[in-house]
């Protein structure tokens, strides 16, 4: 694999891991565990594909943005559902985002099978999506698509609004202490956590339909190989700064992508990837601890000497 | 319908429910101590791996014996973690899922490459107990499983009275509700986790073990299949406490033997979502518990 071959098919790699990086970092700022963003990215693939092949006819430009919208909408839904069971029944979305990434991947599944499969009935995928449906290329000739660009201006586009809106100050708040938040600051702590709930599954729900529109231009059960967990990863080396993100996403995205050539050139198991996000998950974690440790031994050396004064 | 065709549903009920069951309740041990592993995949995962490795080479009594060891060895990972760096425990048990997923995932393909689809470990077989499998319908769901399922049977009682009765069982409740209070008695509440997770881990573990030396014959990557998140699920549903979870487990039996029924009998629905049907039924479930007041009090805290 050449340098510039590996170099771009890590761009492609990284964008949908953006987005998703995102989707996740904007969940954790909140403290809302967001841990569905694998199952968003589906559903936001699987209505990209939808509105694709049902709208073929459209003119290219208004077509991309319905099937980006779609991905956009279902995204948000499916989020919208685990927002709904925590705000009304209480039940704890860790559970409840992992049990609609299973239903998410069952839905594809029936999808892909059923009503978008393709007409001989022969392989469980959709047919590919026209010229018109999908997301221009870059560069002529590379698979580097135009969803990179987006990617990197909502990274910059939620970067701004975190740090310098009101709404982005009341995230903030939220994820700093709820109780605190609506005491001191008389932000309705619900209403900011069903918000980016919406808005953490829409950017994952992008994801999913810019990767379907702009590299796999199919439906079929793998076209994420993980994207919604590596998110996890993405965002925490990132430390939920969503400019750090990109930086994250091509790290993780050149790390699969050369796990995926290890594997192809020399034999080494592509599960390996896998392993190495775990670890420097735990790394990170462990890292964490070691400032918190130093923070705290500050702070009492801090007090002794204002004791001692 | 005929009897034949119950008999089958309530017998795969059972069996499927069983290594649910085991992880649940090694998972319910766990939060009472105030702690939820979300790494439970990754446990049960490693279990299974396990199984393989040492049923291959000292028969079916060593494969679980080495299925609960590997379940114990990621979960003193988790431990390490969570008790002594009082790290995020929903960030660590997702990383650990991964590495369970991931570390067995490329052992496998490592050592057994790619033929390993065609390796078979050795079985436990079905031990009918005699009379009480001959009870029509309940009996052979009940009384003809494999030995695993027995041991649920003795299980389920002693661990409820050993939470509720005993003073280990007080020392583990009161760090799960007051850790600073259970301190102030003289408990020491990181030791107290450390030997929740642990058994937790060896649970999941014998959950892994229980796929592969009584149901699958064999491992394959991936084959926990979310059952650590589903015995999540069904910890909240069972309230905490080992009926509750035991009564879940078999709801959730139930709900996937519905699957191979509704299969069977060439029932018009899709079976994609026949599939999704036990996922869908937790967050029904849940919805239905309202589980937070129930919940031990310092869960998820670090």
């Given at each position: 694999?050449?340098?510039?071959?590996?170099?771009?098919?890590?761009?492609?790699?990284?964008?949908?891991?953006?987005?998703?990086?995102?989707?996740?970092?904007?969940?954790?700022?909140?403290?809302?565990?967001?841990?569905?963003?694998?199952?968003?990215?589906?559903?936001?693939?699987?209505?990209?594909?939808?509105?694709?092949?049902?709208?073929?006819?459209?003119?290219?430009?208004?077509?991309?943005?319905?099937?980006?919208?779609?991905?956009?909408?279902?995204?948000?839904?499916?989020?919208?559902?685990?927002?709904?069971?925590?705000?009304?029944?209480?039940?704890?979305?860790?559970?409840?985002?992992?049990?609609?990434?299973?239903?998410?991947?069952?839905?594809?599944?029936?999808?892909?099978?059923g009503p978008l499969q393709e007409p001989s009935r022969v392989y469980p995928q959709s047919v590919s999506l026209a010229e018109a449906a999908r997301l221009p290329a870059l560069l002529p000739g590379r698979q580097v698509h135009v969803g990179l660009l987006l990617a990197i201006g909502l990274s910059l586009a939620l970067a701004w609004g975190l740090r310098s809106t009101a709404v982005g100050f009341r995230v903030r708040a939220v994820g700093a202490g709820a109780a605190a938040a609506a005491s001191a600051g008389r932000v309705r702590v619900g209403r900011v956590v069903f918000g980016v709930f919406l808005l953490s599954?829409?950017?994952?729900?992008?994801?999913?339909?810019?990767?379907?529109?702009?590299?796999?231009?199919?439906?079929?059960?793998?076209?994420?190989?993980?994207?919604?967990?590596?998110?996890?990863?993405?965002?925490?080396?990132?430390?939920?700064?969503?400019?750090?993100?990109?930086?994250?996403?091509?790290?993780?995205?050149?790390?699969?992508?050369?796990?995926?050539?290890?594997?192809?050139?020399?034999?080494?198991?592509?599960?390996?990837?896998?392993?190495?996000?775990?670890?420097?998950?735990?790394?990170?974690l462990a890292a964490q601890r070691s400032r918190e440790v130093a923070l705290t031994r500050r702070v009492a050396v801090d007090a002794n000497v204002v004791g001692t004064a | 319908?005929?009897?034949?065709?119950?008999?089958?549903?309530?017998?795969?009920?059972?069996?499927?429910?069983?290594?649910?069951?085991?992880?649940?309740?090694?998972?319910?041990?766990?939060?009472?101590?105030?702690?939820?592993?979300?790494?439970?995949?990754?446990?049960?995962?490693?279990?299974?791996?396990?199984?393989?490795?040492?049923?291959?080479?000292?028969?079916?009594?060593?494969?679980?014996?080495?299925?609960?060891?590997?379940?114990?060895?990621?979960?003193?990972?988790?431990?390490?973690?969570?008790?002594?760096?009082?790290?995020?425990?929903?960030?660590?048990?997702?990383?650990?899922?991964?590495?369970?997923?991931?570390?067995?995932?490329?052992l496998y393909s490592m050592l057994y490459g790619s033929a390993g689809a065609a390796l078979r470990s050795p079985m436990t077989a079905a031990w009918p107990v005699p009379v009480l499998s001959d009870i029509p319908l309940a009996g052979p769901a009940l009384f003809n499983q494999p030995p695993v399922t027995y041991a649920l049977y003795a299980l389920v009682p002693l661990?409820?009275?050993?939470?509720?009765?005993?003073?280990?069982?007080?020392?583990?409740?009161?760090?799960?509700?007051r850790p600073e209070a259970a301190e102030g008695a003289g408990i020491s509440s990181d030791r107290v986790r450390w030997w929740a997770i642990v058994f937790g881990g060896a649970m999941g573990g014998l959950s892994g073990g229980t796929l592969v030396l009584a149901q699958v014959g064999t491992f394959a990557e991936g084959m926990s299949a979310g059952r650590g998140f589903i015995a999540i699920a069904i910890v909240v549903l069972g309230r905490w406490t080992p009926l509750g979870v035991a009564s879940a487990s078999l709801l959730f039996g139930a709900a996937s033997a519905l699957t191979h029924l509704s299969q069977a009998r060439g029932w018009s629905l899709p079976y994609e979502l026949a599939l999704a049907f036990p996922y869908l039924l937790t967050l029904v479930a849940l919805a239905g518990v309202r589980g937070r007041s129930v919940a031990p009090a310092a869960l998820g805290q670090r």
């Open positions: 694999m050449s340098f510039s071959a590996f170099l771009f098919a890590t761009f492609v790699r990284a964008t949908p891991l953006v987005l998703v990086g995102l989707a996740v970092a904007l969940a954790f700022r909140a403290k809302v565990l967001n841990i569905g963003a694998e199952g968003q990215l589906l559903v936001g693939a699987s209505a990209a594909v939808a509105v694709g092949l049902a709208c073929a006819a459209w003119p290219a430009v208004f077509l991309v943005i319905a099937e980006l919208a779609a991905g956009v909408l279902a995204g948000a839904l499916w989020a919208g559902i685990a927002a709904m069971l925590r705000e009304r029944f209480g039940v704890l979305e860790v559970i409840s985002t992992l049990m609609l990434n299973f239903v998410a991947q069952y839905l594809v599944s029936y999808l892909v099978r599954g829409a950017l994952a729900g992008l994801g999913g339909a810019i990767e379907a529109t702009g590299n796999t231009f199919a439906l079929y059960e793998g076209i994420s190989p993980g994207f919604g967990y590596t998110a996890i990863a993405v965002a925490l080396l990132a430390r939920l700064d969503p400019l750090a993100v990109i930086a994250s996403s091509l790290f993780f995205g050149a790390l699969e992508v050369g796990a995926a050539a290890l594997k192809r050139d020399a034999g080494v198991p592509s599960e390996l990837a896998g392993v190495i996000e775990a670890l420097i998950v735990l790394g990170l | 319908m005929t009897d034949g065709v119950v008999a089958a549903f309530l017998q795969a009920s059972v069996r499927t429910a069983t290594p649910l069951a085991l992880a649940a309740l090694g998972e319910l041990v766990v939060e009472r101590s105030g702690v939820i592993n979300i790494g439970l995949e990754g446990v049960i995962i490693a279990g299974a791996f396990g199984a393989l490795g040492f049923a291959g080479v000292g028969g079916v009594g060593a494969g679980f014996v080495g299925a609960a060891g590997a379940g114990i060895a990621i979960a003193v990972v988790f431990a390490l973690f969570v008790v002594n760096l009082r790290s995020d425990q929903i960030i660590a048990g997702t990383a650990i899922s991964m590495l369970g997923l991931g570390v067995t995932g490329t661990l409820a009275r050993w939470l509720h009765r005993s003073g280990a069982g007080l020392a583990l409740r009161a760090v799960g509700e």
